[in-house]
């Protein structure tokens, strides 16, 4: 038509971390068994859409790559999972998850966030220190094993 231009409309590839939903949970799990020895159950994702949970997930060009799960306790988060896509890990998506869950928390007036890692899991400790977590305790055989079982370290970050 003389006169008339067309448009397209092109979504961009969109980044970056936003609110979960009940649409992401086969995404999510999918990624949980990718990245966990013992991954969750559909269950226990399902009951991470209460109140009191907050749920981040990274996007990477338009797909779910990542994920944060949070309890809120009180005056604690209480972050109970972490995942990365394996093809994804050591590009800072982790780093990038936890920070926004504390920033939340701290906009949600919480006094402080805890978390138990693997003790074996080196990588997530050394992250977890580098953004002021402390060690405050240990939980033994916390996690499953091959042996029956592997101890968590207990970790805190006080925000006031």
């Known amino acids: 038509m003389k006169g008339e231009q067309a448009t397209v409309s092109i979504e961009a590839a ?35 859409f209460k109140d009191s949970y907050r749920a981040w ?8 790559v990542g994920y944060a799960i ?3 306790q009180f005056d604690e988060a209480h972050l109970l999972n972490v995942c990365v896509h394996p093809g994804f890990r050591g590009k800072g998506l982790g780093r990038e998850l936890l920070r ?21 899991n080196r990588a997530a ?11 405050i305790g240990v939980r033994p055989k916390y996690y499953p094993g091959p042996s029956g079982g592997e101890d968590a370290r207990v970790m805190e970050l006080q925000f006031t």
């Open 70 to 72: 949070i309890s809120y």
């Open 100 to 120: 926004r869950a504390i920033a939340v928390a701290i906009e949600d007036d919480l006094a402080c966030m805890i978390l138990e890692v693997r003790k074996s």
């Open 14 to 48: 969109q980044s970056g971390i936003r609110p979960l939903t009940q649409d992401d949970l086969l995404r999510v799990i999918e990624l949980e068994r990718l990245g966990h020895s013992h991954p969750w159950t559909e269950g226990i994702f399902r009951d991470c």
């Open 125 to 135: 400790t050394l992250l977890y220190r580098s953004e002021g977590f402390q060690q």
């Open 57 to 64: 997930g990274y996007v990477s060009e338009n797909e779910l």
